[in-house]
């Protein structure tokens, strides 16, 4: 089982710019939340999707969007990107609410 | 609305020495509580769960417990390792099942 994985693991991008960050479930699991972790805080909570609809969302501006394919996969998408951007970028997965394995993140710099 | 903390920010120990580290939360409707631990620049490694009808977990040299009518919790690591060196995160699954509320972490160093 490859647990939770993520792409791309480092991404740079200057302002203004549109990101597009990916991830694919552990094996057996239908949700997908998406994290922001800035530097020295703990992870955000961005939105989540299930069943391809994003079900929950956290206190992020709708540049921040997403979407979940019928194999469970997901994009997260950030538009007009910002300094305040920069992050960890992390995906959990689960089967409906039980707990969440987390992937290894994208390091997201934007200049 | 849920705000998270945890005390100390930072901590270092010699090698051997058992720890605690505290995690505080301000609304007990809570699913469950979580302990992560990340290493720098890393993803999140689930330590211990405890559902919100549970009082502790155990896992070899780590021990959770919860009371959620104070709104606390702490980690106990016994006869702590350099390998233990990572920053430890508390996390409240809360009034929106599937959210993760998380502290800002405590950073770990056990020196040899």
């Known amino acids: 089982d490859a647990g939770v994985t993520q792409s791309p693991t480092h991404l740079i991008k200057t302002r203004g710019q549109q990101v597009t960050l990916r991830c694919s479930p552990k094996?057996?699991?239908?949700?997908v939340s998406w994290y922001q972790q800035a530097l020295g805080q703990g992870p955000q909570f961005i939105f989540q999707?299930?069943?391809?609809?994003?079900?929950q969302r956290g206190n992020f501006p709708d540049r921040f969007s997403g979407h979940q394919f019928p194999n469970y996969s997901s994009e997260l998408n950030v538009n007009a990107l910002l300094l305040g951007d920069s992050a960890l970028y992390l995906c959990a997965s689960s089967y409906v609410d039980n707990e969440q394995f987390f992937g290894p993140g994208t390091r997201l710099t934007v200049l | 609305k849920q705000e998270v903390t945890q005390i100390p920010a930072a901590l270092s120990v010699p090698e051997g020495e058992n720890l605690v580290l505290n995690c505080s939360f301000t609304d007990s409707a809570i699913y469950n509580l979580q302990w992560f631990r990340q290493d720098p620049g890393k993803g999140l490694t689930s330590l211990l769960l405890?559902?919100?009808?549970?009082r502790e977990q155990t896992s070899g040299r780590l021990n959770a417990s919860l009371d959620k009518s104070s709104g606390r919790s702490t980690l106990y690591i016994a006869a702590s390792q350099p390998g233990d060196s990572a920053t430890y995160l508390c996390a409240v699954e809360g009034g929106s099942q599937g959210n993760l509320i998380f502290g800002k972490g405590t950073k770990l160093s056990v020196k040899p």
């Open positions: 405890i559902q919100s009808s549970q």
């Open positions: 094996s057996g699991h239908d949700t």
């Open positions: 999707y299930y069943e391809e609809e994003e079900r």
